[in-house]
């Protein structure tokens, strides 16, 4: 085991491109149940400051190479135990560098259900089999050879039963060969095409798909994926085809080395007969199933991104803002919440129907904004949010005081509300109302009310349902966890949803820090968390760093410095000539100069405490409670409304990114429809994915290209503007 452990650790760091002593000293955090971002922050002296991304990376390829090191160990028992282990199946298996190619090393010895060969290993048909393929001319006449096989009790009659059963078993060797899979499982993936056609005589959204054909290793993940449903749902008859006259002639000359005898010709069929009836489809199978899983992983990681990017927009802070819930036939829903996110006040308008009262709805919303000094509205943009956009726009224009309203991405916002959550959270509102609370929340910060709802159901994804759920969902996990400890989370007022994500606590202790809050009034240390139930030590070293006190009785709870390093702060700021009052006032300001003066080998040494680490502590104290959210653009407001009939070519607009897909982004520019930037259309050089310069929540400057009114939609481009 320690072999295969020190394998892994060159494996992962050759594959990740790092040094050796950083895959040991990762792996070694990993298996001591440090979190990633825990990792990530407080240990870069250990991993030469690998940062989240890669640590998940390291982490998840980590948990495969394991898997197939203990995948090897049972495949060796389990052959051992049949007494047909030898030294070259045993090279085999632990030269064998993926799942797939251990399953092919392990086909002849897997337990199987009763096969055409099998029952023809029944009949005592091996022996003719072996003497078949072995081709080396001691047999003058198969049929002859074969005679010696009949026995009518049981079930061969003839010769040609004995041959055709002699066959099969030679079929399914040359099927059960690894080297021979794998090569043709290559020249599959190489060469092969999915083809679909239609399955109904009807229209559907898959109708482009309906006469198909796409080369199987060079299909973008969002075809593929969008084959796979239509199939799923029944509209797609989806085939992977490969060269089989190709694949059948490699097969031959590679099971006939010795042509010319009389059992060449049987061995020719048999493969001919392996390769369609057994190896074919078996390998079509296995390699939609790998370019399924590529796409889910090429899909994951741009949901990823996405979702990293929704997250992390600046949150509005201190603002009263209106959230607006729009509907038809049941009204929009309106709330009112402050500066904290407290809810003021709820109701319902109706003014999206002609036979709605608009001006009364407007009399209703002017009400709510001047009693409540309401600065900015948030409109959900799902159904009837233009009818609601144009009534709030035009009142806005009648105010004496500025104030602008936004377009809120409301995905998720109906499964928060009803939940069991929401419903605890406010068990005083209705579904509906609930909503419009979290719209108007989801502005002020993202990130706290986004973290209510599944991730999966944020919906800034492609095919998000078609994926494997649980990969999905760990990954999008991680993508939450990674941004809520990168931000960090104010102690005293985090909700338990919020505090379930910060490193080292989960839902149990979340819930058990808000008790002991509620009964304890407000955190004054950190310390004070390791008097929370089931909050240990362990615990404590993980998540003491990521939480906030802004008003405590230490300056540095409020800093991303970690406890365990208060001494060195302390003294790195004493040793540097600044008091505590310095860093509370922000006084400062020249402390990496200072540090860089004073020497930071130097001082490392001289406190005992790493290089990168005392470079972290001063970044720290130089922005105590830093949000990096405050860094990034502020997101688009809006005062006046624009529909697509305002639309025209060549007009440049302000947008905001709402999604970003394999072809393109969406882009919101202030009408009902967002529209498309395709890929070929985001800036002038060559770009493998939009991701590469796009992320959801940017503020990006658009050109229209075109306008279809009829079908909704709109053509953008980012370029020459």
Known sequence: MTDMTENITEILAKELDIK????????????????????????????????????????????????????????????????????????AIYD?????????????????????????????????????FKQDNSISSVEKEAEMYINEEKGVMTADDAIAGAMDIIAEEISDNADLRKKLRTMTYENGVISSKASKDEDSVYSQYYEYAESISKIPPHRLLALNR???????????????????????????????????????????????????????????????????????????????????QPPVKGKVVMGVDPGYRTGCKIAVVDGTGKVL????????????????????????????????????????????????????????????????????????????????????????????????????????????????????????????????????????????????????????????????????????????????????????????????AKAFLQCAGFLRISDGSNFLDNTSVHPESYKAAEAMLEKLGYSQDDVVNGNIRDIKSKLKSYGLDKLSEELETGSITLSDIADSLLKPG??????????????????????????????????VIDFGAFVDIGVHQDGLVHISQICDRYIKHPTDVLSVGDNVKVKVMEVDSKRKRISLTMKNI
């Open 96 to 132: 064998a560098s993926t799942l797939a190619e251990l399953d092919d090393i392990y086909r002849p010895y897997k337990q199987k259900k009763r096969t055409r060969a099998s029952a023809a290993r029944e009949k005592g048909l091996e022996p003719l089999a072996v003497a078949i």
């Open 345 to 536: 006040d709820t109701g319902v308008v109706y003014m999206t129907l002609p036979s709605h009262d608009a001006e009364k709805a407007k009399s209703i919303l002017k009400n709510r904004i001047l009693r409540y000094n309401v600065d900015i509205v948030s409109i959900g943009n799902g159904t009837a949010s233009k009818e609601s956009e144009i009534v709030v726009a035009e009142l806005l224009k009648t105010l004496d005081r500025k104030v602008l309203y936004a377009m809120t991405n409301e995905a998720g916002a109906s499964v928060y509300s009803a939940s069991q959550l929401a419903s605890e959270e406010f068990p005083e509102y209705d579904v509906a109302l609930r909503s419009a609370v979290s719209i108007a929340r989801r502005l002020q910060d993202p990130l706290a009310e986004l973290v209510k709802i599944d991730p999966k159901s944020i919906g800034v994804g492609q095919y998000q349902h078609d994926m494997n759920q649980k990969k999905l969902g760990e990954a999008l996990n991680g993508v939450v966890e990674d941004c809520v400890n990168n931000v960090g989370v104010d102690l005293n007022t985090a909700s338990p949803s919020l505090l379930s994500y910060v490193s080292g606590i989960n839902k149990t202790v979340a819930k058990n820090i808000t008790l002991y809050r509620e009964e304890n009034g407000k955190f004054q240390t950190r310390k004070q968390l390791m008097k929370v139930p089931k909050l240990g």
């Open 626 to 659: 830093r949000d990096p959210r405050d860094e990034m653009p502020e997101p688009v407001l809006r005062s006046d409304i624009l529909s697509m009939d305002d639309l025209k070519p060549d007009m440049v607009l302000d947008g905001v990114v709402r999604n």
């Open 230 to 312: 239509g199939e799923k749902e029944g509209f797609l008859t989806v085939k992977l085809n490969a060269d089989d006259d190709m694949m059948i002639r490699y097969l031959i000359r590679n099971t006939t080395p010795k042509r010319g005898s009389s059992t060449t010709k049987y061995v020719e069929l048999a493969a001919e007969d392996s390769y369609k009836r057994l190896i074919a489809p078996s390998l079509a199978t296995e390699i939609r199933n790998l370019a399924t899983e590529s796409a889910e992983d090429s899909s994951i990681s741009v949901f990823s991104k996405n979702l990293n990017g929704l997250l992390m």
């Open 20 to 91: 050796l002593w950083q895959a040991e000293n990762t792996i070694a955090l990993i298996d001591d149940g440090n979190t990633i971002p825990f990792i990530a922050r407080y240990r870069k002296e250990a991993t030469g400051s690998l940062d989240d991304v890669t640590l998940r990376e390291f982490e998840k390829r980590l948990t495969y190479l394991r898997n197939l090191a203990e995948k090897r160990e049972d495949i060796i028992e389990l052959i051992d135990k049949q007494g047909k282990l030898t030294d070259e199946i045993r090279s």
